[in-house]
């Protein structure tokens, strides 16, 4: 392939959903500052700078289609270090994950991509075998761990970029992976301050998420990111998202950043305290269809009913968080989540 109109315009997002074709191969090649770039497959490109490095960085976004902010970050980015505007010092993984749902501007084509990882893109479920999601799924995968042993750092990140359904009382928040004991990192969390982002989720079990899998297989510091809103492309105003911009840039192209020292009280935590799964047909839950993620409901009060079940609310300041009545049986259709602290485990 001839990579200067690539090197020109930057357009990999663009090339790699419109001319598949054109990455059907590994490409490697070199930039004027002499940053290796691997591309691997369409959406995903790799980046490795001439230099020494203390820290190799993911980045995903698009695992739901139509999180089109974090895409659009992604692509900015991308964009920048490909024309020579922006001079990477730390190795870095961009993963444009969902094309096709992109293209049809849904959060999944077949199936939600979230629930696939940590290889459960292999395993048989209600029926479904294989589909792109699963194959795409496993991929990324294989690519996590393929980066992050060829770059060989001290530090293993990785920010899974999402956009939710619904507004949130608190706009910007992360999904901190279980940790099987492990203490929290006071460095992650205050980067994730940086970003802008104070209202940080603890997941108190395994899941299938793409960032509990870069965690847990691999040792990362991995979070998944919420930005806000759902919005189509072109609709999102980026200033939304400069502070997580800035940060990110300051972050990949220089050799140290200044962090603020860790305090609890700049940020909201939160535990998870219930996991509501959609089991029946006429599953549903009981308030408002705009009614926004982390709001919370009075004790007794019902959440969500399904044949001769009812959740309800169980402690003081419990409140929603990811309600979606739609998503197939045997999925989380909605999360409850109360306060908590976390100094006693963190270093």
């Known amino acids: 392939m001839n990579v200067q109109p690539l090197l020109e315009n930057g357009q990999f997002l663009a090339m790699s959903r419109q001319q598949p074709e054109l990455f059907s191969h590994p490409i490697i090649f070199t930039l004027k500052d002499e940053t290796q770039v691997t591309i691997t497959s369409p959406g995903v490109i790799q980046f490795i700078p001439n230099n020494e490095y203390q820290r190799s960085i993911v980045l995903s976004c698009g695992v739901h289609g139509n999180e089109t902010a974090p895409i659009e970050i992604c692509d900015d980015l991308v964009q920048d270090i490909l024309c020579g505007r922006l001079s990477l010092r730390q190795p870095l993984l961009v993963l444009f994950a969902n094309l096709p749902a992109m293209d049809i501007a849904e959060r999944f084509v077949e199936e ?3 629930r696939l990882f940590s290889g459960a893109h ?3 479920t209600q029926g479904i075998k294989s589909n792109i999601e699963r194959l795409r799924a496993a991929e990324l995968e294989q690519s996590v761990v393929d980066f992050y042993q060829a770059v060989n ?3 293993k990140w990785h920010l899974d970029l999402h956009t939710a359904i619904r507004e949130s009382k608190n706009e910007k928040f992360a999904v901190y992976p279980f940790l099987h004991g492990q203490p929290w990192s006071q460095q992650a969390l205050s980067l994730l301050l940086a970003c802008g982002i104070n209202t940080i989720l603890l997941s108190n079990a395994p899941t299938t998420t793409f960032s509990y899998f870069s965690s847990h297989q691999c040792g990362a510091n991995a979070f ?6 759902v919005k189509p492309f072109g609709g999102n105003d980026m200033y939304d998202f400069q502070q997580l ?4 840039r300051t972050w990949l192209c220089q050799p140290v950043i200044e962090l603020k020292d860790f305090n609890e009280d700049d940020f909201e935590i939160f535990k998870i305290h219930q996991i509501i799964n959609r089991q029946q047909t006429d599953f549903k839950l009981n308030f408002a269809d705009d009614t926004p993620n982390f709001s919370d409901f009075p004790v007794g009060y019902v959440l969500a009913e399904e044949s001769s079940t009812q959740y309800i609310v169980t402690e003081k300041g ?3 968080v990811f309600p979606n009545a739609k998503v197939a049986l045997g999925q989380r259709a909605l999360l409850t989540v ?6 006693e485990n963190i270093i």
């Not at 998944?224 to 809103?229: A, C, R």
């Not at 911009?245 to 990110?248: C, S």
């Open 112 to 114: 939600n991509m979230n």
């Open 122 to 124: 292999s395993q048989e």
């Open 318 to 320: 419990e409140s929603i």
């Open 224 to 229: 998944t990111v919420e930005l806000g809103k």
């Open 245 to 248: 911009i800035d940060t990110l």
């Open 153 to 155: 750092s001290s530090e």
């Open 338 to 343: 109360v306060p908590t602290k976390i100094d």
